[in-house]
DNA sequence: CTGCCGGTTGACTCGCCAGTCAATCTCGTC
DNA sequence: GACGAGATTGACTGGCGAGTCAACCGGCAG
């Protein structure tokens, strides 16, 4: 039976992952001890290798967590009908939004995972790349469609489209750019402004 | 007198230098022991630390060295008077020519300094946010003389096309984007593109 | 020839911290 | 009420690798 834990030794699990974000959000994960997100957690040092094989695993199950929910969100945006523009708004809007919910955890994927290449990024790479393809994709089929001029590989698009993005939070994150409540769907907007206008035909006059 | 090095000192500490640069890239900064520099080098361990006080100063020696040139770079070009489009756009060649002409270098600040925000980066996040306010200063001038559009704070508008482009070279590093010859000048032009394309007045009939 | 000093060597130290493990607790079950 | 399985504890170990250091080398100066 493994219903001795009504839940609580899920919400125990839960909690050790929490008070890792914490931690690992606050002094990065190389320069944080095991014993720290123990404290964090108020427990044991020893019960956070009842829950996880290793400190690497923890992070990796923060990481995958919250990056399936990513991929699922994009999916389901892929899926629709929407013009390309408002497809990479909704994408570009999840990933604001999600800062804005959970900085902490946004930071420790960001900082810890995705651009950290010789690390965690590397092992993640697949699950990584996974997004920028599926970005790549909705750039080709508006190529396709004539919504976006084809003189860029959907590729590089979708590369400059997320590192955009990636860049903007990273600013958020070390206070190099205000994040006022009212800059996070201006920035949004903002993105989708320079990208969808440089990918999209250019008009009449211009150039 | 120092004239004990008739210029012998000055060339094992480059050697040291062009050591580490391969074995950081190739290994990581944290995977990499001092001896594996020594030995890339084919200098005895204790060497190393005649020339440098400790691990960290010879990444923090090989990111100050290039980063001092890119931001020479930038304001060279700041300082000439050729329309933003095109300031951005020898910016944008530079770095890339940058990372044409040295990989491995490039890689090693990027991967280790510039995105490793919990290590080098932070320590180096003066020297790093100096590039984007000179970007940014480009951009609000451009703003100022109605070649940008307004709508758009410069900050922002610096930090999406510096990630761009370092989201390109960060796919470029790990074999995501194709990297032929023909593939650099293109994706400068095509950086380029995008983000003025999106920065400008838009034309007459779109949106 | 001798002394000196910067350059060079690599074996050794020392602190750190991930991961182990045996002991203890808790609580549902019979 | 006692048995057992999982949950919980924290002292301890083991390995790793940065940085130290005492000895050694080689050439120039006096």
Redesign the interface.
Known sequence: MTSRNPQGAIEKRRQILDAAIRTFARQ????CRVSDIADEAGVAYGLVYHYFRSKDEILDTLFLERWDVLLAAIREVDDGDLPAREKLRSIATFIVESYRHDPELMKVII??VT?????FG?RH?GKI?EA?ALIAEIVAKAQADGEFKS??TP???A??????????L??W??D???SGSEDFPQ?TS??I??????????????R
Chains 1, 2 share one sequence.
């Open positions: 990065g994960f190389h320069a900082v810890e651009r950290a290449a010789n690390s590397r790479l790349s920028y003189d860029v590729q590089f698009a590369m400059a489209f997320y590192g955009a993005i990636e860049q903007v990273t600013g994150i070390f190099l750019l205000p920035a903002f993105i402004e320079t990208i969808c206008g440089g990918l999209e035909h250019p008009a009449v006059h211009s």
